[in-house]
């Protein structure tokens, strides 16, 4: 069940948030291939659907499940994910069918824009990652990968106008360090493919996305660097020193196996971000400390995606590692294995209380979670 965004650093210069997130399969339609239609409420009429992501205007109720529009659409297998834009944060929210305990865009409302993205029956489709950057939908890549490179758990391309082999192999070695860290961390390595794939494609996109089998990073243009000047000699430095830094898009795929409550994915992540710098982390009563500043906690529920909620997401592993240890969060981890929880109230009382034997619940309240959401 692949999801989770991100506010990562993982080795690409994307900026401080580039992000685990995206829209998949978003494009120019590359032929008119009706795959579906959706029947729409009054006003509404009966509209195609085509390969790729159709923009339509719906007429449901005000609150109407994002299910609700799945359901709409014949045949609804083809549904593979719906985006809403919320202009005010300048971010995608996000429902997919396959994984909807992890979307955001649990419901919509009349005249609502939305990208209903629609994908071939006999396709595998794969759960979005909800966006938290800049996302648009974006013309179809110009340039196939020409550059390649391996490492122990990693296959690596890129297109050649992005850098030089030099580039994409600093870069892989950086994810290789970090994915050796994370490893290491959580005592476990999914065995779902031989090696995980990070690909560069240029395709008007400004994110990343994670899955279970590895990383997509979109980037809008063939200006774009691998490695920018500025940031060549500390990245060099990096792996001189087999130093991990950013590891927040490893860290989905090497858990993915795990995933549960979005808040507790980006929060783990985050987590593990924060664990390999020297920001000084560090979480309170009230709040968590990053470096040499107080922050407030966000509320987690509703989960959105910033940089304060996955703070405070990060603050609940912070707490987990105070009382039990790294250990402890590979027992929690290994526990979601088992059966990964669909709420808050199970990834609390079903994993993390059992493995620390700690009711966790009153620290959650902190995040802004209802009684009715942990009892």
Not at 103 to 114: C, G, K, R, Y
Not at 131 to 137: E, G, S
């Amino acid at each position: 069940m692949p999801r989770g965004p991100i506010l990562c650093v993982v080795a690409w210069a994307l900026t401080a948030v580039s992000v685990a997130s995206a829209l998949f399969a978003l494009g120019s339609r590359l032929s008119a291939q009706q795959l579906a239609s959706i029947t729409l409420p009054a006003p509404g009429t009966t509209k195609a659907l085509y390969a790729g992501c159709n923009n339509i205007a719906l007429t449901f109720p005000n609150g109407t499940p994002s299910q609700t529009v799945v359901a709409a659409v014949e045949p609804s297998r083809n549904v593979q994910s719906i985006w809403r834009h919320d202009a005010a944060q300048n971010r995608f929210e996000g429902f997919s069918p396959l994984a909807p305990q992890v979307s955001d865009l649990l419901t919509v409302n009349f005249l609502d824009a939305v990208w209903l993205c629609i994908v071939a029956a006999a396709a595998t489709p794969t759960p979005p990652v909800a966006p938290t950057a800049t996302a648009v939908p974006s013309p179809a890549p110009t340039e196939s990968a020409s550059l390649s490179f391996e490492t122990e758990d990693w296959i690596f391309t890129a297109p050649s106008s992005l850098g030089t082999q030099e580039d994409l192999e600093l870069g892989a070695h950086q994810v290789q360090i970090c994915t050796n860290e994370i490893k290491a961390l959580i005592g476990h390595r999914p065995s779902n493919v031989a090696k995980f794939k990070m690909e560069w494609v240029i395709d008007g996109g400004q994110v990343s996305t994670a899955g279970p089998t590895g990383v997509v990073n979109h980037v809008p243009s063939a200006d774009w660097e691998l490695v920018s000047e500025d940031s060549r000699a500390s990245r060099e430095q990096l792996v001189a020193t087999g130093t991990c830094f950013g590891p927040h898009e490893v860290t989905h795929v090497l858990t993915w196996e795990s995933w549960g409550p979005a808040w507790a994915n980006e929060g783990l992540a985050q987590f593990t971000d924060r664990l390999y710098d020297e920001s000084g982390f560090a979480c309170d009563s009230n709040g968590y400390v990053w470096w040499g500043q107080h922050y407030p906690y966000a509320d987690l529920s509703p989960f959105t995606y910033s940089r304060e909620t996955y703070h405070t997401a990060a603050c609940f592993w912070w707490e987990i590692q105070g009382i039990g240890g790294n250990s402890a969060i590979r027992e929690v981890l290994a526990s979601m294995r088992s059966g990964p929880p669909e709420s808050t109230k199970a990834f609390i009382v079903d994993h993390v209380n059992v493995v620390l034997g700690v009711d966790m619940r009153p620290i959650a309240k902190r995040y802004g979670f209802s009684v009715s959401e942990l009892y």
